[in-house]
């Protein structure tokens, strides 16, 4: 274990080594030019090439890349360019609300996604199992900024049970977690039926039904535990996915998270933030895929880290 996780740990530091660098390169190619953003419209050309010196954006690539990278092992993510303030203090400021859409929504996909892909494994073949996936598929296909707005309609507007926006307390959490849950719980729904199906095909659950075994003993205790290896995988991108934020159900829904941070810095072209909300967001990937991996074993012994 000791010995797969120091690999680990040594590939993911090359894999956030190699997002640094290509962020970087695409942002220094961008047309847009960040310094006029900070300098306005009616600055001097004297002015602008003070402040270019001042942030030195006037060196070569690679000696901006240096200095950026020296920073960064420092734990120095920069500072905004327009904001005036720590990108650290920025994106910390702005976690927690990340954090609790996110556990919200990865709860709301896992209820809505296995519950639908187990009952439509069960009813294979059936009414019910044709009904079920075809609305994983409207869920997947439908755009999120649809739906979030239908659901702040009619729960939030018609019938008042939430607020129409904001954030605070558990009622602002309910809507924009439904509205990530409906398409996320599309892939989860699709995916549980395959693998168990498969898994209720298996010769070891034929045998324990034989045994005598309740349907439920069955399901919960041999097919559910194997049929759900795959969904933890996804689980671990997810988490990587909304710790970068989810820029169009936080707009919709005014909530204060990352992706609305990004959004506004890729608009203002705060090249500093970006930077930032971009490793957060590869680290939370890269996290969310070892804890899957690590966690693995423990569902199912078979399986061996090497």
């Known amino acids: ?26 942002l220094y190619a961008l047309p847009a030019d960040p310094v006029r953003q900070i300098a306005g419209r009616s600055a001097t050309a004297q002015t602008v090439e003070n402040i270019r010196a001042q942030l030195g954006l006037d060196q070569p690539l690679m000696v901006q890349y240096w200095r950026y990278l ?21 994106i910390a400021a702005r976690l927690p609300a990340t954090l609790l859409l996110m556990a919200g929504a990865i709860g709301c996909e896992l209820i809505l996604g296995l519950t639908m892909g ?22 997947v296909s439908a755009p999120q900024f649809v739906v979030g707005l239908l659901l702040l309609y ?3 507007v018609q019938l ?5 926006g904001g954030y605070g307390t558990l009622a602002h959490l309910v809507l924009p977690s439904v509205t990530l849950g409906i398409m996320g719980s599309g892939w989860y729904s699709r995916m549980m039926r395959s693998s168990m199906v498969d898994v209720l095909r298996a010769d070891y659950i034929r045998t324990a039904r034989a045994k005598g075994l309740t349907r439920a003993r069955v399901i919960l205790r ?19 996915i909304f710790m970068g934020g989810i820029v169009v159900v936080e707009s919709v829904f005014g909530w204060p998270g ?11 072209v705060d ?8 490793l957060v967001s590869a680290c939370a990937i890269v996290l969310g895929n070892l804890l899957a991996d690590l966690v693995t074993p423990f569902i199912d012994p078979r399986i061996r880290l090497r």
């Open 1 to 26: 274990m000791a010995a797969y996780l120091v690999r680990r740990l040594l590939v993911s530091l090359l894999i956030l080594l190699g997002v640094s660098f290509i962020t970087f390169v695409l």
């Open 222 to 240: 041999h097919a559910l535990p194997n049929a759900i290896l795959p969904i933890i995988a996804m689980i671990g991108i997810d988490i990587g």
């Open 271 to 278: 090249i500093p933030i970006i930077m930032g909300v971009t």
């Open 160 to 164: 008042k049970w939430f607020p129409i």
């Open 118 to 139: 187990i009952v439509a494994a069960l009813k294979r073949g059936s009414a019910t199992d044709n009904t079920l996936m075809i609305a994983s598929f409207v869920g």
């Open 70 to 90: 020296t920073g960064l092992v420092q734990g120095d993510l920069g500072r905004s360019y327009l904001q005036r303030s720590e990108v650290s203090e920025l």
């Open 258 to 268: 990352i992706g609305q941070l990004a959004w506004q810095a890729i608009q203002r």
């Open 154 to 156: 009619v729960f939030a």
